[in-house]
């Protein structure tokens, strides 16, 4: 709950309405953050909550959300894009077998200020991503075709 009390107020700062479709989405972001879920998820579980949220509400809720650097959003080239509560300093870890993203905690990897003075560079957003097979798929008897090492 205080994750949802912080995204609440991070809304009311950046000026924006407490919707009952956008506090329906924000609920399954945080109920399925673990999952990393995609729009079509979140739409389907908000459904749950909120009779008569469109596809289009939910995606347009996210960009927003993204925008305002309340949620991430993890865009890849092979698989829908995914969302996460967690904006703090973290590794990805995704598995390339069932797509599951599961979040690895660390201390800062590399200070932002350090890279400024140094660079001149301004960084304004990170991420990290590990691929690879979780232990469910890398403990699978592999199939004709298969292309895990």
């Given at each position: 709950?205080l994750v949802?009390?912080?995204?609440?107020?991070?809304l009311?700062?950046k000026g924006?309405?407490?919707?009952p479709q956008?506090l329906a989405i924000i609920e399954?972001?945080m109920?399925?953050?673990?999952?990393h879920?995609?729009a079509g998820?979140?739409y389907?579980e908000a459904q749950?909550?909120r009779?008569?949220?469109?596809?289009s509400?939910?995606?347009?809720?996210?960009?927003?959300?993204?925008?305002?650097?309340?949620?991430?959003?993890?865009?890849?080239?092979?698989?829908e894009n995914?969302?996460?509560?967690?904006?703090?300093e973290h590794?990805?870890?995704?598995?390339?077998?069932?797509g599951?993203?599961?979040?690895?905690?660390?201390?800062?990897l590399?200070?932002?200020?350090?890279?400024?003075?140094?660079?001149?560079?301004?960084?304004?957003?990170?991420?990290l991503?590990y691929y690879?097979y979780?232990?469910?798929?890398?403990n699978?008897?592999?199939?004709k075709?298969d292309?895990r090492q």
């Amino acid at each position: 709950m205080l994750v949802k009390k912080l995204i609440l107020q991070k809304l009311r700062e950046k000026g924006l309405k407490i919707t009952p479709q956008r506090l329906a989405i924000i609920e399954v972001l945080m109920e399925k953050n673990d999952d990393h879920p995609g729009a079509g998820a979140i739409y389907r579980e908000a459904q749950k909550k909120r009779k008569g949220i469109s596809l289009s509400t939910v995606y347009s809720t996210l960009g927003e959300l993204s925008r305002q650097g309340i949620v991430k959003t993890l865009q890849f080239d092979q698989m829908e894009n995914r969302y996460e509560g967690n904006v703090g300093e973290h590794i990805n870890l995704i598995c390339k077998g069932c797509g599951k993203i599961v979040d690895y905690e660390t201390p800062l990897l590399i200070d932002p200020a350090k890279i400024a003075k140094k660079t001149g560079f301004r960084m304004l957003d990170s991420r990290l991503e590990y691929y690879g097979y979780c232990r469910e798929c890398a403990n699978r008897p592999k199939q004709k075709g298969d292309k895990r090492q």
